[in-house]
């Protein structure tokens, strides 16, 4: 081989060891760009879990306000309910007691 040829390949080399150099340098563009990508992917994720536990409480909460109007109603039936029995019950006795009272006053 010749020096010229010598010469001719080197300068081939050279040329494709910069070409090489160039499509490195884009790869570890394209490599940094994958590894945000990745990174900003992972804090989304993180996001929508947090989000999700949050989503979850918060409906936990909502059941108890909107259960609690339908509690008060039944709370206020119940107490109704026992006054009006210890009205009824009261009612009862009083005329017991009277009929009571009135048979002690005829027979007595």
């Known amino acids: 081989m010749t020096e010229t040829e010598v010469a001719v390949r080197l300068e081939a080399h050279e040329h494709e060891i910069k070409s090489l150099k160039h499509r490195m340098e884009d790869q570890e563009e394209q490599s940094k760009s994958i590894q945000d990508l990745v990174l900003s992917v992972k804090e ?29 109603w039944n709370n206020m039936k119940r107490t109704f309910a026992n006054r009006f029995i210890d009205i009824i019950a009261g009612a009862l006795a009083t005329g017991i007691i009277v009929m009571i009272i009135q048979n002690l006053k005829i027979g007595g």
Do not use: F
């Open 44 to 72: 989304l994720a993180l996001n929508m879990q947090a989000m999700l536990k949050e989503q979850g409480s918060q409906g936990e909460r909502l059941a108890k306000l909107e259960a609690a109007p339908g509690e008060t």
